[in-house]
C-alpha cells in the first residue's frame, strides 16, 4: 500500500526559511514524477513545484511565484522529495501537499497525494 508521509510545516516568518519532506514508502516504484502543490483558503489548488529524473539528470518545473525563492529537490535513494522555502511571504500560506505519479508496468500512471502540511508566514 503506497503511503506519503508528508513533514516540516509550521509558522514561519517573513524572510525566514523551512524545509518540507515527503517520503513515499509501500512497495516498488517506479516513479515518473514528484511535487508539491498547495492551496490556501478559498482558493484552487495550484503546482508549486515538481521534478522527474531522466537519464540520471532531475528535470524541476516552478510556478513563477515562487522562482528564486524555492527549491525542489529528490533523494532517489530514500524515495523523499524534498522543498526548501526560502524568503516566503504571506502570500505562500497555504495547505502544501505532496504529489507522487508511479508508473505501472503496462505504462498506465497512478497518482497519489499526502495528507497536507499547513504552512503559515508571519510575523
Known amino acids: 500500500q503506497v503511503q506519503l508521509e508528508e513533514s516540516g510545516g509550521g509558522l514561519v516568518q517573513p524572510g525566514g526559511s523551512l524545509r518540507l519532506s515527503c517520503a513515499l514508502s509501500?512497495?516498488?516504484?517506479?516513479?515518473?514524477?514528484m511535487g508539491w502543490y498547495r492551496q490556501a483558503p478559498g482558493k484552487q489548488r495550484e503546482l508549486v513545484a515538481v521534478?522527474?529524473?531522466?537519464?540520471?539528470?532531475?528535470?524541476?518545473t516552478y510556478a513563477d511565484s515562487v522562482k528564486g525563492r524555492f527549491t525542489i529537490s529528490r533523494d532517489n535513494g530514500k524515495n523523499t522529495v524534498y522543498l526548501q522555502v526560502n524568503n516566503p511571504k504571506p502570500e505562500d500560506t497555504a495547505v502544501y501537499y505532496c504529489n507522487v505519479v508511479l508508473r505501472r508496468i503496462n505504462g498506465e500512471d497512478d497518482d497519489y497525494w499526502g495528507q497536507g502540511t499547513q504552512v503559515t508566514v508571519s510575523s
Open positions: 509501500g512497495g516498488i516504484f517506479s516513479i515518473k514524477r
Open positions: 521534478i522527474t529524473t531522466g537519464g540520471g539528470t532531475n528535470y524541476a
